[in-house]
C-alpha cells in the first residue's frame, strides 16, 4: 500500500511540462473546497435562525400545557399548579384563561379576531423568560388595575390606538344562558402596547388579566390552561409522561412539538432540502475529480504499461488512482472545513463590515455629488433590519456532528468518483500501450 500511496502522490504533483493535470487538480480541489464551505456556512446560519426562532417562540409559549379533558374550566388550578412546581426541572407553572375574540377601535369600524389571553398580573417578574426579545414600546405591562389589556404593536397600528385609547372586545356568551346568544361586548383602556419578536404575538394577541378574562367570558374563579415552563425544553416529552401518570390521565397534556408541529416541521423540512441542494454541488466537484483521473489515466498510459511489466498487479494500480481521487477530496475537505469554519464563525464581523462598506460608498457618493446634483441623504443601509427580521446580531450556530457527516460524505464521494478511472487504469493490456510506444 505504501507503493501505491507514494505513485499516487507522484501522479499528482505533476512536473512542469505536465502543469495542466496539476492545474486540473488543484481546480477539483477548490471544488471540494468550495462546496464544503458553502454547506458548513449555510448549514451554521440555518441553524442559527432556527435556534433563534425557536427560542423566541418559546420564551412566550409554554414548553408544556395541561387542559381539561372535557368543556369545563380548572377550578382547583392553584392547587394543580402547587403540585406540578414541586416537579424536579420543572421552572414554573402558571394559570391561564384563553379564548378568541372580536376587537374593534373607537377610531375604526374595522374588526379583527385576537387571541385573548387572561395571565398572572405579574407575568413579566415572575416568568423572566417571558421578557426574551419583548419590548414595551409605549404605556407599561401593567395589568393590577381593572379594565387594562396589552396589545401587539402590528394590531395596535391596524386599529389606530395608542396607550390611554378605549377598544371593545367582543367574545361569544357562555352556552348556558338565555341571552340568545348574543355576543359580550366590553369596553377596556390600553395600558401598554408591546413588540414580542414574532409576529404572531404583534398582530393576534391580547393581554389582560386573568380575573378580567373570566369577567369578559362570564367565567368564575377558573382557568382553562396551565402553562408549564422546564429547565431543559428538550425534556418535554419526558414530562409529559410524568405529568400523565402523576394526575392519573385526567387531563390533556400537550408539549410544545406538538403545539408548534407545523413551524418546526417546515424548519427542518426547509432545512432537509437545502442540504440536499447544496450536497448536489459536492457531488458535481467529485465529478470533476473523476475527469482529471480519466485525463492522468490517459496521460500516463505509458508509465502504467511499465508499471505492469515489472509486475504490479491490476489491484495496485487501481488503488494508486483511488488514493490519487482520496487525497484530492481529503485535501479539498479540509481546505473547505478550515475556510467554513473560519467564515461561519465571524460571519458577523463579515457581514457588519460589508453593511459599513456600503454605507461608506453611499456617503462617499453624496458628498460627491450632492453639490452637484439634487441627491437624498443617504439612509443607514442594513443587510437584516432588526424592526424586520428582530435581531441585532447574525445568529450562527456550529453543529460539529453536521460538520462531521459533511466531511465524511465529501471524502467518500470524493474517493468513489475515483473508481470508474482507476477501473480503466487496471485494464489497459501491457501489449497495447507498448505497441502504441
Known amino acids: 500500500m505504501k507503493l501505491e500511496f507514494f505513485l499516487s502522490l507522484r501522479y499528482f504533483i505533476a512536473k512542469k511540462r505536465r502543469s495542466s493535470i496539476s492545474l486540473i487538480s488543484a481546480i477539483s480541489i477548490a471544488c471540494v473546497a468550495l462546496a464544503v464551505l458553502v454547506l458548513i456556512v449555510v448549514f451554521s446560519v440555518l441553524n442559527g435562525f432556527h435556534a433563534d426562532m425557536k427560542s423566541k417562540i418559546l420564551s412566550k409559549e409554554s414548553h408544556v400545557v395541561l387542559i381539561p379533558r372535557v368543556d369545563r374550566d380548572l377550578s ?10 414541586k416537579i424536579n426541572g420543572v421552572i414554573l407553572a402558571l394559570p391561564h384563561y384563553d379564548g378568541w375574540g372580536l376587537i374593534k377601535s373607537k377610531i375604526r369600524s374595522f374588526m379583527k379576531g385576537v387571541k385573548v389571553r387572561g395571565v398572572v398580573n405579574n407575568l413579566l417578574k415572575v416568568d423572566r423568560d417571558f421578557s426574551t426579545g419583548f419590548k414595551m414600546k409605549s404605556g407599561k405591562f401593567d395589568l393590577t388595575k381593572r379594565g387594562h389589556v396589552i396589545l401587539g404593536e402590528t394590531l395596535a397600528q391596524e386599529l389606530q390606538v395608542t396607550t390611554g385609547d378605549v377598544i371593545n372586545l367582543y367574545v361569544p356568551p357562555k352556552l348556558n344562558t338565555d341571552d340568545l346568544l348574543m355576543p359580550v361586548t366590553l369596553d377596556y383602556k390600553v395600558a401598554g402596547i408591546f413588540s ?10 391580547v393581554f389582560l388579566s386573568l380575573k378580567d378574562a373570566q369577567f369578559l367570558y362570564g367565567v368564575n374563579d377558573v382557568a382553562n390552561t396551565i402553562g408549564i415552563k ?13 405529568l400523565s401518570g402523576k394526575f392519573r390521565y385526567k387531563y390533556f397534556i400537550y408539549t410544545w412539538m406538538e403545539m408548534q408541529r407545523n413551524l418546526f416541521q417546515a424548519l427542518v423540512t426547509e432545512k432537509t432540502l437545502i442540504g440536499v441542494v447544496l450536497f448536489f454541488i459536492i457531488a458535481m466537484a467529485a465529478f470533476s ?6 485525463m492522468v489515466v490517459m496521460e500516463k498510459e505509458r508509465e502504467i504499461g511499465i508499471l505492469k511489466s515489472i509486475g504490479l498487479t491490476p489491484k495496485s494500480i487501481k488503488r494508486v488512482f483511488i488514493s490519487q481521487g482520496f487525497i484530492v477530496g481529503m485535501l479539498g475537505t479540509l481546505i473547505g472545513l478550515i475556510l467554513g469554519l473560519v467564515i461561519a464563525s465571524s460571519m458577523d464581523t463579515i457581514l457588519h463590515f460589508l453593511e459599513d462598506m456600503v454605507n461608506f460608498a453611499n456617503k462617499s457618493y453624496y458628498s460627491i455629488f450632492s453639490g452637484i446634483i439634487d441627491v437624498p441623504y443617504p439612509q443607514d443601509w442594513k443587510l437584516f433590519p432588526q424592526d424586520v427580521y428582530y435581531v441585532s446580531t447574525f445568529p450562527v450556530r456550529i453543529n460539529f456532528v453536521e460538520i462531521f457527516v459533511i466531511s465524511l460524505v465529501s471524502v467518500i464521494l470524493t474517493t468513489l468518483c475515483a473508481f470508474f478511472p482507476a477501473r480503466q487504469a487496471a485494464k489497459l493490456r501491457v501489449t497495447e500501450v507498448l505497441h502504441k510506444e
Open 230 to 242: 422546564l429547565l431543559d425544553y428538550n425534556n418535554a416529552e419526558y414530562f409529559k409522561r410524568k
Open 289 to 294: 475529480i473523476a475527469g482529471t483521473l480519466i
Open 196 to 205: 414580542a419578536g414574532h409576529s404572531k404575538y404583534d398582530e393576534k394577541f
Open 76 to 85: 382547583n388550578y392553584r392547587k394543580i399548579c402547587k403540585k406540578i412546581k
